[in-house]
């Protein structure tokens, strides 16, 4: 595919938002940082509803601290699938899964599916990495329902992933998909907003999202503890430290560094520089693979085996609920509260916004 400048795509996105905006089906609230206004990314599903199953079914036998080997041995595939596909009925509301599927992923204005290129962020630091059976699910749902081309589909961590391909050899994804390994790793600076250094700096980035050429990003991370000033937690937010240039996060204003590149066009979709609102959602669907999960971290085999599977479509609201209602109430593991709730309020909202009076939603 053709490089197309930032400044040509920015004034393409712009007019297409122009017409998207005329759709009742797009309309999408102002999103200005400044302001912490709700910031509304996908148009078609509530942002503040987060699903999760939990099904012992989906392994053979339990094997807590096991390789990442091991546990492929133990998936049963058919089961992720049809526990993936419960997620997407229950994340829209909808009976039938493939509409479940068609509502949430969306097309691209001026394009075809078959033109429409994807990147799945996928979590490769450490030991703990995501299990075949789920990102093959994305997938071939991505080809075989929606009808993107498995060669437009691209496998990535831009910072642990040079040996990507190597040291997990995804097993079943649609011929032709792309494991990129670290994809040539965060190489193009972009402007990072507010809270980071009051707005005014910038950092490096992959450089097919800054350029534009990825249309749809997809979040598949892991749940594993981490250091308290990220919340003693690392999930779909920080997920992107291998996205974005993860030095600035290991230094002063960490927390700060996290919640802004998660409030970028590079992640939530191109904005309206005037008013703040998305034009077209880039982020559209988050996962938490918790099928084994580790109460410490980041690094380290895991420790627990809870056959766990979680789906949003923003990021942080579903740190939120899997950090307080799932590693905290669920699991008794403890978290920075304070951290947890301003992955909420720094978006916009708080507590009394979440549905089913906060409670994680289990389908």
């Given at each position: 595919m053709d490089k197309i400048s930032r400044r040509l795509f920015l004034q393409k996105a712009i007019l297409a938002g122009s017409a998207i905006a005329a759709?009742?089906?797009?309309?999408?609230?102002?999103?200005?940082?400044?302001?912490?206004?709700?910031?509304?990314?996908?148009?078609?599903?509530?942002?503040?509803?987060?699903?999760?199953?939990?099904?012992?079914?989906?392994?053979?036998?339990?094997?807590?601290?096991?390789?990442?080997?091991?546990?492929?041995?133990?998936?049963?595939?058919?089961?992720?699938?049809?526990?993936?596909?419960?997620?997407?009925?229950?994340?829209?509301?909808?009976?039938?899964?493939?509409?479940?599927?068609?509502?949430?992923?969306?097309?691209?204005?001026?394009?075809?599916?078959?033109?429409?290129?994807?990147?799945?962020?996928?979590?490769?630091?450490?030991?703990?990495?995501?299990?075949?059976?789920?990102?093959?699910?994305?997938?071939?749902?991505?080809?075989?329902?929606?009808?993107?081309?498995?060669?437009?589909?691209?496998?990535?961590?831009?910072?642990?992933?040079?040996?990507?391909?190597?040291d997990t050899p995804f097993y079943g994804l649609p011929e032709g998909c792309q494991i990129e390994n670290n994809w040539g790793g965060s190489t193009a600076r972009t402007a990072i907003p507010k809270p980071w250094k009051d707005g005014r700096s910038a950092s490096r980035c992959l450089r097919y999202l800054v350029d534009g050429t990825v249309d749809i990003l997809i979040n598949i991370s892991m749940c594993k503890g981490h250091g308290n000033h990220f919340g003693g937690f690392t999930m779909t937010m920080k997920n992107h430290f291998g996205t974005f240039d993860p030095g600035p996060g290991h230094q002063g204003g960490s927390d700060d560094y996290l919640i802004a590149i998660n409030k970028t066009p590079e992640i939530l979709g191109l904005q309206d520089e005037r008013t703040g609102k998305v034009l077209f959602p880039r982020q559209q669907l988050c996962i938490v693979d918790a099928l084994w999960a580790s109460k410490p971290g980041p690094s380290g085999l895991p420790t627990h085996q809870p056959n766990f599977l979680a789906m949003g479509v923003l990021s942080p609201v579903v740190d939120y609920q899997l950090a307080t209602q799932f590693r905290g109430k669920k699991l008794g593991w403890s978290y920075n509260q304070g951290m947890a709730r301003r992955f909420l309020t720094e978006f916009g909202y708080t507590e009394r916004d979440l549905p089913e009076g906060g409670r994680l939603i289990e389908v």
């Open positions: 759709s009742p089906t797009f309309l999408l609230k102002n999103a200005g940082a400044e302001s912490n206004e709700k910031i509304i990314t996908h148009p078609r599903i509530d942002n503040t509803r987060v699903v999760g199953i939990t099904d012992n079914a989906m392994t053979k036998a339990l094997d807590p601290v096991s390789t990442w080997a091991r546990q492929e041995e133990l998936v049963v595939s058919e089961k992720v699938w049809e526990n993936m596909d419960r997620l997407a009925s229950g994340l829209t509301e909808m009976k039938d899964p493939v509409k479940a599927w068609q509502t949430v992923f969306i097309q691209p204005p001026q394009k075809t599916w078959a033109e429409t290129v994807v990147a799945i962020k996928t979590n490769h630091i450490a030991q703990q990495h995501t299990r075949s059976a789920v990102i093959t699910k994305v997938c071939h749902t991505l080809t075989d329902v929606i009808g993107v081309k498995p060669s437009n589909t691209h496998i990535y961590d831009a910072c642990h992933g040079r040996n990507l391909s190597r």
